[in-house]
Each structure stands twice: as C-alpha cells, then as structure tokens.
C-alpha cells in the first residue's frame, strides 16, 4: 500500500502518500479546496498544490503514539514504529479529533455493535494491554484507533454505564488510560491533576479513577487500577456520538512530536500565544485560558507540560479554541523526572527560580499587561488553594487517602508561596 485516503468525519478531504525513503506527501482532494472545507490543521491550509514531507508530518506523526506504547503498537502489528505511514495503515481508522484514514480506494468500515465488557472481561482486557496493544493479536486483528501520548491507553465507548470495545464505527467515548508502572500511585496522581483543575474554574477533561474487579471501588488483590477519562473530542449530538475535530499545538505551528519540548527546539509560550492570537476565534479570551493552564501546571509540580499537551478544538462553538487540558499529572513528585518545566514560564525552565521578573517577561511572551498577569497569577493561586481544601471529596474513597495526594498538596504550597512572592515584586 503506497497510498492512503484521509477522511475529516466521512468526508474523503485527501490523500497521504508513501514516497522513497519513507517520505510523506499530503494533497487535498479538488472537492475540499473547492468548497472551502476540510481543513485538516492550521498548519495545513486548504490548497491545490501537494503538501511536501516537512510540511504534513507534524500533523500525520503527532496522530501517532509515542515512545514504548508507539514501539510496542510497531512489534504487535509488524510494522517499524519510525515508519509514520505503516503505522497510521495500521491503525489509522480512529485518530485524535473527527480525521480517520483507510487504504486508498477502500469502502468505510460499516458500523458494528460494540463488544461489551463485564468486569471479568475488563480485568482481563486490561491485564493484557501492555503485551497487547489495542488488542492486537485477537480474532479481529486488533483495532484501527490510534491515540497520541506515550502511555498504554484504550479507545471505549462508555454507555448507560457500560463499557465497550468499539472499531471507530459507532466512534469511542472514553479513554483508558494505564499507569506506568514505574511511578507509584499515577492513577490517583493524574485523577487528583483533573478534578482541581476542574474545581478551580479551570476547563479540563472529565475523569473518574477507576478499579477493574468491580465498579463499587472494592479493593481485592487481583484489581488492576485505571484512569477513565472522557474524551473532549466527542460529542454527544441528539443521542449519537460525534467526532469533533482537534489537534495538539505542535501539529498546529507544524512542529514534529520530537520537538515537543520547548529545550529541543519545540514551542514556547511566545510561539504558542502568537498561534492563538492570529488563530483563535476569542484570542483575549484563550489567552487568559492558556495563561490560567501555565499555571496551573506550574501549581501542581507538572513538569511535563510541553506543546503537545495543550489543543485547540477546531469546530463548534467559538473555534478555533483552547481545548480542555489533559494529562495533568504532577510529575515533579516522582525521584529521576525532570526537575525543569517542559515549557519556559517567563523564560526560567526552574520554578524555585521564578521571579518578578519572570511574570514580567511572560507577560510579554503573551501580549498581556502585567497588572494583568500579575492579578490573573494570584487568582489562579486562590482558586487552586481553594480546591485544595475540598481535596479528599473530588476522588472516590479508594483513592482519595492516597499519600501521594499529600505529597502533591505539599507542592502547591510551595509554589503557591513563589508566586505570591513573584507577584509581590511587581
């Protein structure tokens, strides 16, 4: 296969094809450059004339899964993980957003009824993804649903309380996300991450800490922790799911997903405000939101902040628009992470560093006052003491004496107190 049809929705928008040595190169279909539509990224406008390599693999390889879980999606379906296009052949039929990919020429997957799960089967489901990713290897030959990120996940529809494996047709609701097994406690890490956010006034995804033996939070030997998270990128349209169509801020400015990282050449908070300022439907609006994420982030100890894990929503209401975060872990409390931030606030990468003068330069690295930037820092900060105090009543019982939660609330004191002092200074 040397070619592949891309689908916005299910709508054919245009073709990825394979060139010597790997390469890629993307062309809109007439019909999308004549109507107008289709869109796939800010990075890729509408345009007669083909998309070279350097051009479409920013938004092609930030579709893919990254590190172990991108190798081990490699070994379980046969293809080499640096190989963008065999691996999208493979397991492009669901992506991030409303885009899907199938062999050039060949029909839609028709829709079939979900395998639902009982708790049994989820245990057991579970228990396999890491030798099995997305079910490769089963009587079906695994699924076609590709998902961003380096850690072991599962696309699910969850429906009236049940959870299903679906193929992309009816599209999946949810996440399954596993924690690595490296890191003590990331279930309730990450789980704890989402809903201060979401207490704080701060948009992010909906997400419930889960076990697998039973649905009740009983904990027996064998239970196998899992994060369910609610995928912003669907909607639910008079009863149907709809695909909603998304990308991460590195596929949007056309950064490769190696360059993720503001220290590797990747976006920082200047390049990533000038997008949303040119770009966004709202600007004032999405920039006091990104600002708001920044520090929140910076609040938890979330190190690991980088381009990719901030998006914007490209359809609906108010689009283009800053998506809600996700994957709010804080990693600064696990012994070997970085003790630098993913991204640069105000041009220091360490935050017991941070200063007046960082807010100032951040300031301008968002085209704001700093009167502004300055008031916004304390709100934030007030806001997220505020969802500290209610900390145990936002996680199921099973999770919510975790001693790492106390670890984590010890983080934000701390830097609760920095940008106090940082603020004071200006």
């Not at 697998?212 to 899992?226: G, L, V």
């Not at 901030?310 to 209401?317: F, N």
């Given at each position: 296969?040397?070619?592949?049809?891309v689908h916005?929705?299910d709508v054919?928008?245009?073709r990825?094809?394979r060139?010597?040595?790997?390469?890629?190169r993307?062309t809109y279909?007439?019909?999308?450059v004549?109507?107008?539509?289709?869109s796939l990224?800010?990075?890729?406008?509408?345009?007669?004339?083909?998309?070279?390599?350097v051009?479409c693999?920013?938004?092609?390889g930030?579709?893919?899964p990254e590190?172990?879980?991108?190798?081990?999606?490699?070994?379980?379906?046969g293809?080499?993980p640096?190989?963008?296009f065999?691996?999208?052949?493979?397991?492009?039929?669901e992506?991030?957003?409303a885009?899907s990919?199938?062999g050039a020429?060949?029909?839609?997957?028709?829709?079939?009824?979900p395998?639902w799960l009982?708790?049994?089967?989820?245990?057991q489901?579970i228990?396999s993804?890491?030798?099995r990713?997305l079910?490769?290897?089963?009587e079906?030959g695994g699924?076609?649903?590709?998902?961003?990120?380096?850690?072991?996940?599962?696309?699910v529809?969850f429906?009236?309380?049940?959870?299903?494996?679906t193929r992309?047709?009816?599209p999946?609701?949810?996440?399954?996300?596993?924690?690595?097994?490296?890191?003590?406690?990331?279930?309730?890490?990450e789980?704890?991450?989402?809903?201060?956010?979401?207490?704080?006034?701060?948009?992010?995804?909906?997400?419930?800490?889960?076990?697998?033996s039973?649905?009740?939070?009983?904990?027996?030997?064998?239970?196998?922790e899992?994060?369910?998270v609610?995928?912003?990128?669907?909607?639910?349209?008079?009863?149907?799911?709809?695909?909603v169509?998304?990308?991460?801020?590195?596929?949007?400015?056309?950064f490769?997903?190696?360059?993720k990282?503001?220290?590797?050449?990747g976006?920082?908070v200047?390049?990533c405000?000038?997008?949303?300022?040119?770009?966004?439907?709202a600007?004032?609006?999405?920039?006091?939101?990104?600002?708001?994420a920044?520090?929140f982030?910076?609040?938890i100890?979330?190190?690991?902040?980088?381009?990719?894990?901030?998006?914007?929503?490209l359809?609906?209401p108010?689009?283009p628009?800053?998506?809600?975060?996700y994957?709010?872990?804080s990693?600064?409390?696990?012994e070997?992470?970085?003790?630098?931030?993913?991204?640069?606030?105000?041009?220091?990468?360490?935050?017991p560093y941070v200063?007046?003068?960082?807010?100032e330069r951040?300031a301008?690295?968002l085209?704001?006052?700093v009167?502004?930037?300055?008031d916004?820092?304390l709100a934030?900060?007030?806001?997220?003491?505020?969802?500290?105090?209610?900390g145990p009543?936002?996680?199921?019982?099973?999770?919510?004496?975790?001693?790492?939660l106390?670890?984590?609330?010890?983080?934000?004191?701390?830097?609760?107190?920095l940008?106090?002092?940082?603020?004071?200074?200006l």
């Amino acid at each position: 296969m040397s070619a592949l049809d891309v689908h916005l929705h299910d709508v054919l928008v245009g073709r990825l094809e394979r060139l010597d040595q790997a390469r890629l190169r993307f062309t809109y279909t007439e019909r999308a450059v004549a109507e107008g539509n289709g869109s796939l990224s800010l990075s890729l406008p509408l345009r007669a004339e083909p998309f070279d390599d350097v051009e479409c693999r920013p938004f092609f390889g930030g579709l893919l899964p990254e590190g172990d879980f991108l190798r081990a999606v490699g070994r379980a379906f046969g293809v080499a993980p640096t190989n963008a296009f065999a691996v999208l052949a493979a397991i492009g039929g669901e992506c991030a957003g409303a885009v899907s990919l199938t062999g050039a020429g060949s029909p839609r997957p028709a829709e079939r009824p979900p395998r639902w799960l009982g708790s049994h089967e989820l245990h057991q489901l579970i228990t396999s993804l890491p030798s099995r990713p997305l079910l490769s290897g089963d009587e079906e030959g695994g699924l076609r649903l590709s998902l961003a990120g380096a850690q072991d996940k599962l696309p699910v529809l969850f429906e009236g309380g049940r959870l299903g494996v679906t193929r992309g047709v009816p599209p999946s609701t949810h996440i399954i996300k596993l924690p690595d097994v490296r890191f003590a406690d990331m279930v309730a890490n990450e789980a704890y991450g989402l809903a201060l956010a979401a207490e704080a006034g701060i948009e992010a995804a909906a997400a419930r800490p889960r076990l697998t033996s039973t649905h009740a939070f009983e904990r027996s030997p064998d239970d196998r922790e899992h994060l369910l998270v609610r995928r912003y990128d669907r909607s639910d349209d008079g009863g149907a799911v709809r695909r909603v169509h998304q990308e991460d801020l590195c596929q949007a400015l056309g950064f490769v997903p190696e360059q993720k990282y503001e220290a590797d050449g990747g976006p920082g908070v200047a390049g990533c405000a000038d997008l949303i300022r040119r770009r966004a439907a709202a600007p004032a609006l999405d920039l006091l939101a990104f600002l708001d994420a920044l520090l929140f982030n910076f609040m938890i100890g979330n190190h690991d902040a980088h381009a990719k894990n901030y998006s914007l929503i490209l359809e609906g209401p108010r689009a283009p628009r800053i998506a809600p975060l996700y994957d709010l872990l804080s990693t600064v409390v696990y012994e070997g992470l970085s003790r630098k931030m993913a991204m640069k606030l105000g041009g220091e990468y360490r935050p017991p560093y941070v200063r007046g003068r960082h807010l100032e330069r951040l300031a301008g690295d968002l085209g704001m006052g700093v009167p502004a930037v300055r008031d916004r820092a304390l709100a934030v900060r007030d806001r997220v003491i505020e969802a500290v105090a209610g900390g145990p009543a936002l996680l199921p019982a099973e999770f919510a004496d975790r001693e790492i939660l106390t670890r984590i609330n010890g983080v934000i004191d701390d830097r609760s107190k920095l940008l106090a002092d940082a603020a004071a200074e200006l």
